[in-house]
């Protein structure tokens, strides 16, 4: 192949790549000239989605604010506040999102044919939602506790201070600082124990003394305690008795009445007096324990 073939192929080739490239750029350009006024359109319909985001932000904040002030100028209960305060947000925020979806030019009818198309799947896994919705609108309703109390959820057994009851849960917090998130629908599915519902609570205490000690001693001991508290209700009635005779100690019980706010405090104060004063006394009080009686065999081999 001589030199001249050569240069003629060479030619041929970069006169093809140019051919194509000079295709592929009208392609792109041709492509850009055609779908500008789409991306453009497009561009504009984001930049006033975003825009009607933040005014959306704004309102929904100053609606809430606005329903807040009207319920507490009504003297409105604390966890009714709080719930149509969330409600009222999760619903403002979905009404957003549609008319941001619409300025979108997203097909909300097919959205909707999708969503009824899975609806067995959906009203399953939106079962527990709704359950603890409802449980929320009971628990207003009912007011079985209220912002404040102090309520033992007895299947789990988690305890604490209400805190907030929410469209969905309710939080607590505990002696220790923890809080917990309680879903609404086990609240209002099962029992609970309302510590705080009364102004006072019975103060109900069990003490062993040994079969030894001077009962009437540890009863007169035990009577004086709780009149010289301060914190214990004088104009309720006091008991000191007998509760039952067990194995290893007479079992007295003590029952007076204390404040809801003020049961824990004076348990712990006294039960540590009553440790004091019988040890100072002399009334034992006894732990468990097995006591051996070994007969000595009088009898001598002969």
């Known amino acids: 192949m001589d030199v001249e073939s050569t240069t003629d192929m060479i030619q041929q080739s970069a006169e093809e ?26 561009g504009v319909r984001v930049l006033i989605a975003i825009l009607i985001f933040i005014v959306g932000r704004v309102l929904i904040r100053w609606i809430r604010n606005k329903v807040s002030r ?45 969503f009824a198309s899975a609806g067995v799947g959906i009203s399953l896994s939106l079962q527990q939602t709704l359950s603890n919705l409802a449980g929320g609108v009971l628990i207003l309703l009912l007011k ?5 109390d102090y309520i033992i959820e007895d299947t789990n057994k988690d305890e604490g201070t209400v805190k907030e009851i929410q469209t969905f849960y309710t939080k607590l917090t505990t002696v220790d ?40 001693k540890a009863k007169h001991l035990l009577e004086d305690m709780l009149k010289n508290i301060p914190s214990i209700i004088k104009d309720e009635s006091l008991y ?60 001598q081999d002969t």
Not at 144 to 148: A, D, I, K, L, M
Not at 195 to 203: D, F, I, N, S
Not at 256 to 269: A, P, Q, S
């Open 17 to 42: 790549s140019v051919e194509q490239v000079q295709t592929q750029v009208n392609e792109v350009v041709t492509f850009f000239h055609e779908h500008i006024p789409d991306m453009l359109g497009f």
């Open 70 to 114: 009207s319920l507490r100028k009504s003297n409105a209960d604390t966890g009714i506040m709080q719930f149509t305060d969330s409600f009222l947000k999760a619903a403002l925020y979905l009404i957003l999102v549609l008319i941001i979806a619409a300025n979108l030019k997203i097909d909300i009818s097919s959205v909707s044919m999708l």
């Open 240 to 299: 000191v008795f007998v509760d039952s005779l067990s194995e290893s100690a007479v079992v007295l019980g003590i029952r007076g009445w204390v404040k809801t706010d003020e049961y824990w405090t004076t348990r712990w104060d006294l039960l540590e007096n009553i440790k004091l004063t019988f040890d100072a006394e002399g009334i034992v009080i006894p732990y468990n324990q097995l006591t051996v009686h070994v007969e000595e065999n009088q009898a």
């Open 144 to 148: 079985p506790f209220v912002v404040g």
């Open 177 to 216: 600082n923890r809080t917990i998130v309680i879903p609404n629908g086990i609240l209002a599915n099962n029992s609970l124990t309302n510590v705080t519902a009364k102004a006072e609570r019975q103060l109900d205490l069990r003490i062993g003394i040994s079969y030894d000690s001077d009962l009437k």
